[in-house]
């Protein structure tokens, strides 16, 4: 579905299947209404209703699981910055002739994220895994040389709710639904647009508002939904919640 995104001719190739289907369904009605003038709308309410109402719960539903997780992608970010943040203010409790190697290794570590983000990143590159167990391993064996457990009970769990939220954002980028939802809203749009061009049929002109209002609204939602599923290749973008995590860096000085 990603090709939907960054792709014009995807989106006028189900413009044009749907402009299609729904001449197909036009001319199936005019002939059907030739050879049975009384009985060819008989029955075709119910069936219409239901692939309709289908299509609009089919809809609903995609849109609101897209939104959900669109939300809970920006939460992440949110969640993440702050809790590197969090991580390089207890650094303050590292002895003194350690706190720099630290910073220094956070600091790269949120360069790290930010290209990993930045590239949408499904899984944590080589480098994010090394560096997180370069910052692991320093902390560890500042909590284990300290005099007190300061370290051990402040500094370890913020460290550690870092790397568990940079794992979360992972999981969060390749959380979508199956592809044979999105293939069965595929096949839907084109059902109702051969139903819609069925019901078309009883005029002796084609309606090229009601046409292009349906073929138009319907492709808009789908684009939308996808759009919002995949917040980081359309035109809906999660990008900009990024500043967050970039302005967090600029103050790691």
């Known amino acids: 579905m990603t090709l939907f995104l960054g792709s014009g001719g995807s989106i006028l190739a189900l413009f044009l299947a749907m402009l299609l289907s729904l001449e197909l369904g036009r ?47 920006r939460d992440l970010i949110l969640e993440e910055t702050n809790a590197i943040g969090t991580a390089w203010l207890r650094l303050d409790l590292v002895p ?9 290794d956070l600091r790269r570590y949120v360069d790290l994220r930010l290209a990993d983000t930045h590239a949408a990143a499904t899984t944590a590159s080589a480098e994010v895994t090394a560096q997180q167990q370069k910052i692991w391993a320093q902390v560890a064996a500042a909590a284990r040389n300290a005099a ?5 009970t402040v500094l370890l769990p913020a460290v550690n709710a870092m790397f568990d939220l940079a794992g979360t954002r992972y999981l969060a980028v390749q959380s979508h639904p199956p592809g044979s939802v999105y ?9 109702c647009s051969l139903l819609a061009g069925y019901g078309l049929a009883g005029g002796k002109r084609r309606s090229w508002l009601h046409i292009l209002c349906f ?18 290749q359309g035109l809906i973008r999660v990008d900009r919640f990024d500043q967050l995590l970039v302005d967090l860096r600029d103050a790691m000085k």
Do not use: Q
């Open 148 to 152: 007190d457990n300061r370290i051990a």
């Open 27 to 73: 001319r199936i009605g005019v002939r059907r209404r030739c050879e049975d003038p009384a009985g060819a709308d008989k029955g075709t309410g119910a069936i219409e209703s239901a692939v309709f109402g289908l299509m609009g719960l089919l809809v609903a539903f995609t849109f609101g699981g897209a939104l959900g997780r669109f939300d809970h992608r």
């Open 215 to 232: 073929t138009g609204s319907l492709l808009m939602a789908i684009y939308v939904i996808v759009d919002t599923e995949f917040p980081r």
């Open 183 to 191: 293939a069965l809203l595929l096949v839907l749009a084109l059902l």
């Open 96 to 104: 003194a002739e350690n706190r720099a190697a630290l910073r220094a």
